[in-house]
């Protein structure tokens, strides 16, 4: 067996492979084979012998197709900000521990757990032009006419709001909660005001952490697809990619062109993480994390 | 002080903000399930409990709760069958290309659902599992397995790998190490992940929905259908069908926070 531990050489031994085995095959023929399928089909359109770009350039020459990508990411970029910049405060706030906590936090993740369908049917009803919401803010004289916040804009980003909001959150509270809380009394000791031990010794620590929360949201943002259908217009202004690749594929039943979608939308996204990560690059790495509260 | 004071206060109102508006969204669904009718007005004028029985009857509630909770038990089943062994390696082993197998298995929960169900639909189309139970099960499985290596790498890593050379030095084989020792110290982390990849597959809508043919629908699947077929059906049964759904996530929800911390519910950053 294994004679010394923690060694730099090989472990990898017959028990090894027959352990990781049924999951790597799993993911191989499950995940990456369908993506590489799925490209190969997109270059191969029904009519066309061979390979072709022909579904990229039917795409990107059709303003009802490609106008998609713009509207997602005018989706995406707005509530990725508003829910990081909430996050962050929120999380900042909550890092020595608060009243309630488990409680607090137990209901803030309830989203996460209800599910998207279920949040936006609660969101048609409450939020719709006859729910309390409405009434709450006509009731107290504040406007005149309800809000029109479902079929449109708003509720998507409402939508996208409630479902990215409770997982950011807890992620930089995991995040900020596990920096070396002696830096900050260090800092304030030294005589920084809580606003510079903010910006000039948490923000950095912080920062690295912020990023990944940042393509982690966006890219779960670019995907919508429930509540753009149900909240919003689908057929117009939130009618996003992943919309449009479902109509190619289950409505067209042109999978070939779907494909394609797929293919632009998973590119987007793979953009937005690149940029992310050259960013990143740039932080300094946290090197005291993981003596905090936890 | 005035100001941090400020600031604490604002930050109690986001919180208590929030909360009610959460409550207000799961409520409004609740209220509505039990309206007779309701048009405007703070409640409804009249309350009534048929819809449920509407609901159970013309939306086939029977059969989808069958099918839904099969889904769930053969994913939780066969994602901690596959997942188990490998989290095990990937917690006592080092090798070459470890990272990226980590990096692999890190995608499909990253990358959105949608992105990658479109292809695997068609990949599954294509091989004639689409639109069946099996189907469904093949798609979810896909983040699930993931879900189950990550979950229960560290629980892996609690455990001192002192205990396995004891074990062995004192006369026991593989099988029996993991019998005896492995597996008894492994319950709470099996439970965890357990708990974390029912709740996921039960409110899992994407790959459900790319997957999921007349048959094979699940609940949420199902509810989504249904208020699509708007005007047709009344919203107080649409209604009734999501508070049933509610109800069960709710119960494996209070079940699961007996075993699970709620930071544990997202993956920990750089690991």
């Known amino acids: 067996m294994r004679a010394v531990a923690n060694d730099e050489k090989s472990e990898f031994d017959a028990l090894a492979l027959f352990c990781l085995l049924p999951s790597l095959l799993y993911v191989l023929c499950m995940f990456v084979y369908p993506f590489l399928y799925g490209v190969y089909l997109s270059l191969q359109p029904p009519k066309i012998d061979g390979f072709s770009f022909a579904n990229y350039l039917a795409f990107f020459s059709d303003p009802y197709q490609y106008s998609t990508i713009w509207i997602t990411f005018s989706l995406a970029i707005p509530t990725t900000v508003v829910v990081l910049v909430l996050a962050l405060w929120l999380a900042y706030g909550m890092r020595r521990g608060i009243f309630m906590e488990r409680t607090v936090t137990t209901i803030l993740i309830m989203p996460i757990s209800l599910g998207v369908i279920l949040l936006s049917e609660g969101i048609l009803g409450f939020y719709g032009s006859q729910g309390w919401f409405n009434q709450m803010l006509l009731g107290l004289g504040l406007i005149k006419e309800p809000f029109i916040l479902t079929h449109n804009y708003a509720g998507v980003m409402l939508a996208l709001f409630m479902q990215q909001f409770p997982f950011c959150f807890l992620m930089l509270l995991g995040y900020i ?11 304030r000791m030294l005589g920084a005001t809580p606003s510079i031990v903010f910006r000039r010794v948490m923000l950095p620590l912080i920062a690295p952490g912020l990023a990944i929360a940042f393509a982690l949201v966006f890219v779960m943002s670019f995907a919508v697809f429930p509540s753009a259908i149900m909240l919003g217009q689908p057929a117009g202004t939130t009618r996003t990619i992943s919309i449009a690749a479902y109509q190619k594929a289950f409505e067209q039943y042109d ?3 779907a494909s394609a ?34 | 002080m005035m100001r941090s004071k400020m600031w604490k206060l604002s930050l109690y109102l986001f919180i208590v903000g929030f909360i009610l508006n959460m409550l207000g969204i799961v409520s409004h669904v609740v209220v509505s399930s039990f309206a007779k009718r309701w048009f405007g007005g703070v409640l409804p004028p009249a309350y009534t409990t048929d819809w449920f029985a509407y609901a159970w009857k013309n939306f086939d509630l029977g059969q989808v709760l069958g099918v839904t909770l099969l889904i769930v038990v053969v994913v939780v089943v066969l994602a901690l069958a596959i997942g188990f062994p490998a989290a095990y390696i990937l917690a006592r082993r080092n090798f070459r290309f470890k990272s990226i197998i980590l990096l692999l298995y890190f995608l499909p929960l990253v990358i959105p659902q949608m992105t990658y169900g479109i292809p695997l639909a068609t990949t599954l189309y294509r091989y004639g599992v689409g639109g069946s139970v099996v189907g469904v099960i093949l798609a979810v499985l896909v983040p699930m397995v993931p879900l189950a290596v990550f979950v229960l790498m560290p629980f892996f890593e609690q455990i001192s790998v002192n205990l396995e050379w004891s074990g062995s030095m004192l006369g026991a084989s593989r099988a029996q190490i993991f019998r005896r020792i492995l597996l008894p110290l492994m319950v709470p982390g099996i439970l965890t992940a357990g708990v974390l990849i029912l709740v996921n597959t039960i409110s899992n809508f994407e790959l459900a929905f790319l997957l999921g043919g007349g048959g094979s629908q699940t609940l949420v699947v199902a509810l989504f259908y249904n208020m699509f077929a708007g005007g047709v059906r009344p919203v107080y049964s649409i209604d009734a069908m999501a508070v049933i759904y ?8 209070l079940v699961a926070l007996r075993f699970v911390r709620p930071t544990q519910m997202v993956f920990k950053l750089d690991r």
């Open chain 1, 255 to 257: 999978m070939s062109a």
């Open chain 1, 261 to 294: 979608i797929a293919v632009v939308m998973g590119l987007c996204q793979l953009a937005a993480l690149l940029v992310i990560i050259l960013f990143r690059r740039r932080l300094s790495p946290a090197a005291t994390m993981g003596v905090g509260k936890r």
């Open chain 1, 177 to 187: 909660s596990g920096i070396d809380p002696s830096l900050e009394r260090s800092a």
């Open chain 2, 246 to 253: 509610m109800g069960m996530v709710m119960t494996l929800l």
